[in-house]
């Protein structure tokens, strides 16, 4: 059984249809890779998944029950939570307070434990507790919003271009931590323009175009096909 099925999603602004027909799955355990040029659905797509929005069409299954239109803070109950694309760390609070709320869903005396976990798996950010979140650099939210994200647990976590405006020395550290996330046995959806990074470590991936499926295929066989080397690794 799949962790995530989306079968035939779509989606309109306005009437400009952004999504039109995707359909994509996450295995347990998979680092799935959802790539495209900006407007190509990506990001409307998981956002449909997270709850953020409702599908205008389609279905999504999780663990095998509907998700479909199911609002975002009972998406993160059932074990998605999103990291969006920005970062969205709250500036004015510090590394611990951000990581706190991180964890809305848990009870109290659960939460020390998982602050634990995130400051294991991200040294910088136990050395920066005390820290206000919007005095740290690019790559330190980013790290903050990830750890922010595993707090509730999740079975699968969804990353919005994490590796957007960030430098290639911390581009290859926050690639590295995806794939220390995954080895926890947290499945990974990846939503990314860094077609290269990204085939590089995913399991499987989907390219989206125009709002919809073109390619499918392990990380290595998109990495090798000359459509994706011409149209995104400028080959």
Do not use: C
Request: no cysteine.
């Amino acid at each position: 059984m799949s962790t995530l099925e989306v079968t035939s999603l779509a989606f309109a602004y306005d009437g400009a249809l952004a999504v039109r027909d995707v359909s994509i799955n996450v295995q347990p355990g998979e680092i799935v890779a959802l790539l495209g040029a900006n407007g190509a659905g990506k990001s409307t797509t998981v956002r449909m998944i997270a709850g953020v929005l409702s599908p205008q069409k389609g279905a999504i299954r999780f663990d095998g029950e509907t998700l479909t239109g199911t609002p975002s803070h009972h998406v993160v109950r059932r074990g998605i939570t999103l990291v969006p694309e920005g970062r969205l760390v709250f500036p004015q609070m510090t590394v611990m307070e951000n990581l706190q709320l991180g964890a809305h869903i848990k009870q109290r005396n659960e939460v020390a434990a998982l602050v634990e976990q995130a400051f294991a798996l991200f040294p910088r950010l136990a050395e920066r507790r005390s820290q206000l979140a919007g005095s740290m650099s690019g790559g330190e939210q980013q790290m903050l919003a990830i750890a922010r994200g595993l707090m509730a647990e999740p079975r699968l976590i969804i990353l919005d271009e994490p590796s957007l405006g960030l430098m290639p020395m911390v581009v290859q550290e926050v690639f590295r931590l995806i794939e220390a996330v995954n080895k926890r046995g947290i499945s990974v959806l990846l939503v990314e323009q860094n077609l290269h990074q990204s085939l590089r470590i995913a399991h499987r991936g989907y390219v989206l175009e125009k709002g919809a499926v073109v390619l499918a295929g392990t990380g290595q066989e998109l990495l090798a096909n000359d459509y994706v080397r011409r149209a995104f690794l400028g080959h």
